[in-house]
């Protein structure tokens, strides 16, 4: 079997600075070339190169460098969206790239793909079923569609889909329901991690002995996120716990309101306004600069509303290396996310509970179908900071509970969430594919069950 994976054209695929769906389609791929042959299709502009990364992995890549209208198209956007909210998400808008997605396609066309998954970018789906009209084409969401998108637009991309899934049932539920049209072949994927760069458990005896406790966060620093929600909770921490050090991980800039909030969600958009309303513009314009971390006006926001006995105790590290990261998860002692969006499957907290750390998040999308409750985490209620730092102090103070929720969390990551299972079933449902097996029912893959420690 010969399958091909479609970046959208904003991601980061390889290390070392890559972003949360290159993470997981390079955490897929590496897994499925076990069993077929992969390419991984990405714009050029984002990777200098793969080469390394081709030979350790057996995956084939393919890289395109964006033309000079694509980039004009984007910017044109990106002026737009500085003067204007859209009415349309830049992730499923017409104009991202549109010639990327064509030389895609005409690039699959002679690689005769048995199987083509689209990684979330389903504005290529009707270009590409055109140019391949025998490969099943799997659409993969990783976030929710909001309102504001036309679902005229959608519905009629989805009839060259022959399979949607999604990372969470969360997501799931939510598009049959939008696009009932499509239930019987929206079914659930969860992502997972690559176990290999997590090979051992945290060291809980360092924990104890470490005077100054390390509450990491790692994901973008934009509003949605609520890390505004997280500094105003460190800050209650910190005052009852002085020996205490935030860091703060991921890419600083506002990822637009449209791709992450309701525009109908009229009192979560007055909540939110204040941080767009200066110079608004999307973290994902600069795309060509991962690791060169551009100051944004919410990081001005969330660096001038800290108190300054507390703003000591904080690091802002931006974007930093992959193996940098996996070396922040072990020399933390508790895990913090707090979005206040609907999160679409939120791969940190799974890293994190790999890692052994115990994972204080919201109530959010999918990360109810990831961290369990009193098991391997301890979940609150989104924007209020009371809750979130009465957990996180809690587990500051507790050492036994720190430990036994951080054990629980990696196993259950081992049974459930790592990409060798992953991998397993998405190859038995391209085989069920490319041999006419579409279920009758939607079929998840069953791995949301209650976890017994």
Not at 20 to 40: E, F, N, P
Not at 134 to 155: M, R
Not at 283 to 299: A, C, D, M, Q, V
Not at 371 to 379: A, D, F, K, S
């Amino acid at each position: 079997m010969k399958i091909a994976f479609v970046s959208q054209p904003i991601d980061t695929v390889v290390p070392p600075y890559q972003n949360s769906v290159g993470t997981c389609t390079l955490g897929a791929a590496r897994k499925l070339a076990r069993y077929a042959d992969i390419l991984v299709y990405g714009l050029k502009d984002n990777h200098r190169s793969a080469t390394a990364h081709q030979a350790e992995s057996g995956v084939n890549f393919r890289f395109f460098p964006s033309t000079l209208r694509d980039r004009m198209l984007f910017d044109a956007q990106n002026k737009y969206a500085s003067l204007f909210h859209r009415t349309t998400p830049i992730s499923t808008s017409s104009w991202l790239f549109p010639d990327y997605g064509r030389q895609v396609a005409v690039d699959l066309q002679h690689e005769g793909c048995d199987v083509i998954h689209l990684q979330h970018c389903s504005q290529y789906a009707p270009i590409i079923r055109t140019l391949n009209p025998k490969a099943k084409i799997v659409l993969h969401l990783h976030a929710e569609w909001f309102s504001q998108i036309d679902p005229a637009v959608i519905a009629a991309r989805l009839q060259a889909v022959d399979l949607l899934t999604t990372v969470g049932d969360y997501v799931t539920e939510k598009t049959r329901r939008t696009f009932p049209s499509i239930a019987r072949r929206c079914e659930t994927t969860y992502n997972g991690v690559d176990i290999q760069e997590f090979p051992r458990d945290a060291d809980y005896l360092a924990g104890r002995k470490r005077k100054v406790k390390r509450i990491l966060y790692c994901g973008a620093v934009s509003p949605h996120k609520g890390v505004h929600v997280l500094f105003e909770a460190f800050a209650l921490v910190a005052r009852q716990y002085p020996d205490v050090q935030l860091d703060v991980v991921g890419p600083l800039g506002n990822y637009p309101m449209e791709e992450t909030f309701d525009l109908q969600d009229i009192e979560t958009i007055k909540m939110v306004a204040p941080f767009y309303e200066t110079h608004s513009r999307a973290l994902i314009g600069p795309i060509f600069h991962y690791g060169r971390s551009r100051k944004s006006e919410y990081l001005t926001y969330l660096e001038t509303t800290l108190p300054l006995d507390v703003a000591g105790k904080v690091s802002i590290l931006g974007m930093i290396p992959r193996q940098e990261v996996l070396d922040r998860y072990y020399s933390s002692d508790v895990f913090a996310f707090p979005p206040i969006w609907n999160e679409g499957f939120g791969l940190p907290p799974v890293e994190a509970m790999a890692a052994g750390l115990p994972v204080v998040a919201t109530r959010s999308g999918t990360i109810e179908e990831t961290v369990v409750e009193g098991q391997t985490g301890i979940l609150v209620e989104k924007n209020h900071a009371g809750e979130l730092a009465r957990a996180l102090l809690l587990l500051v103070k507790d050492d036994a509970r720190r430990e036994a929720l951080g054990r629980a969390g990696r196993r259950r990551v081992l049974k459930l969430f790592t990409w060798s299972r992953v991998a397993a079933g998405m190859i038995a449902r391209y085989e069920q594919l490319c041999a006419g097996e579409i279920s009758q029912r939607p079929r998840a893959v069953a791995i949301n069950q209650k976890f017994n420690s």
